[in-house]
């Protein structure tokens, strides 16, 4: 590249944004076959409804800090949902949303051992909500996940079980990856 047009490049360079410590993704679930893929999917429709709304922030303003808060409304009323960082992408199939993610990775998947997976090593939360199905859970671990390997956030069925899940079946899954 000639110095000329190098110099007429850089102030477009200084017009594109710095990727922001706070990451904001907000949308409504919908079913995992919807024409347009996507952003939050609803494995199921009693707990997490079509429609039903998220905001998920992760703020990482802190040097080797990770604050996470989950809001919700149009949830199942009075049910505790589980909800993990994990590894792969929303899809159809729940599955797709891989492993939780570890700050260590544990070399065998997977990961049972509790030196792996436990709440320093992943990033947990525990979200309740209202009789009215609105809800927010914060929590935080000290260290930031690697870029690119947390894609998802999944809710699990939690308490009390509603139909033929266990309390570890994925309901949900929100798209933190545009």
């Known amino acids: 590249m000639t110095a000329p047009l190098a110099a007429a490049l850089l102030p477009l360079a200084l017009l594109t944004p710095a990727a922001s410590p706070v990451s904001v993704v907000e949308a409504d679930f919908d079913p995992?076959?919807?024409?347009?893929?996507?952003?939050?999917?609803?494995?199921?429709?009693?707990?997490?409804?079509?429609?039903?709304?998220?905001v998920v922030v992760t703020d990482r303003s802190a040097p080797g800090r990770t604050v996470l808060t989950l809001t919700v409304s149009g949830l199942a009323p009075d049910h505790r949902f589980p909800a993990h960082l994990h590894t792969g992408g929303c899809g159809a199939d729940p599955a797709s949303s891989g492993p939780h993610y570890q700050d260590v990775t544990d070399p065998v998947q997977p990961s049972t051992?509790?030196?792996?997976?436990?709440?320093?090593?992943?990033?947990?939360?525990?979200?309740?909500?209202?009789?009215?199905?609105?809800?927010?859970?914060?929590?935080?671990v000290d260290w930031q996940p690697?870029?690119?390997?947390?894609?998802?956030?999944?809710?699990?069925?939690?308490?009390?079980?509603a139909g033929p899940r266990g309390a570890g079946d994925r309901v949900a899954c929100v798209k933190l990856e545009r």
């Open 113 to 140: 051992d509790p030196a792996y997976a436990n709440e320093r090593n992943e990033l947990r939360l525990v979200l309740r909500t209202d009789g009215h199905g609105k809800g927010t859970a914060t929590t935080a």
């Open 146 to 161: 690697r870029p690119g390997e947390a894609r998802s956030l999944v809710l699990h069925a939690g308490t009390p079980v």
């Open 32 to 54: 995992a076959t919807a024409f347009v893929p996507p952003s939050a999917v609803s494995y199921a429709a009693d707990l997490v409804p079509y429609g039903s709304h998220a």
